[in-house]
């Protein structure tokens, strides 16, 4: 898998996705300093709020491959400057967060990310999971089998794939 830092403001998600993506229970922790979960590094908010934004996501990506900059879905402001990606040699992806929130404006969050330079953006959920195997595939690299392509395996072996028959029986979601 290739390495992602995560980069957002305090409070964005960034603790919350780790734990999303790691299959772990979600509970606040307030991260204090950089964190090295195999190919996640988690970054206290505080890295993302100094001015040298920039300076910043050049010299705390170094370790990785794909930076991750987040922002929460309920925002009202952006922490980005324009094109800040141009900043970064490594690849950067937007990551919005809290999709399910009830105050959320995804796309607004999303038009923020597209002006500071992202052409990929993941919209998530920690909560209820949206989004998160869309980054682990997105992270994957050729030589890597994720979770569900083993069980897919082991159950294709076993001779349980799409037969001719379930096109019939299966319109729209409703057995017929």
Aim: net charge negative.
């Amino acid at each position: 898998m290739r390495k992602i830092i995560f980069i957002g403001r305090s409070e964005a998600g960034k603790t919350t996705l780790t734990q999303a993506m790691k299959g772990k229970k979600i509970v606040y922790h307030k991260t204090q300093y950089i964190n090295h979960y195999d190919v996640i590094i988690d970054t206290p908010g505080e890295y993302a709020e100094t001015k040298e934004l920039a300076g910043s996501l050049a010299v705390y990506s170094a370790e990785a491959d794909v930076v991750g900059l987040l922002i929460s879905a309920t925002e009202p402001f952006s922490l980005y400057p324009p094109n800040v990606t141009a900043q970064s040699n490594r690849e950067v992806v937007g990551i919005v967060t809290k999709c399910d929130h009830w105050a959320a404006n995804p796309e607004q969050a999303a038009d923020w990310l597209r002006l500071a330079g992202c052409k990929k953006i993941f919209m998530t959920s920690s909560f209820t999971g949206e989004g998160i195997a869309d980054i682990i595939s997105y992270l994957k690299e050729e030589h890597d089998k994720l979770p569900w392509e083993e069980v897919k395996a082991q159950y294709d072996h076993l001779g349980y794939g799409k037969g001719e028959g379930d096109q019939q029986l299966n319109l729209n979601g409703v057995i017929v």
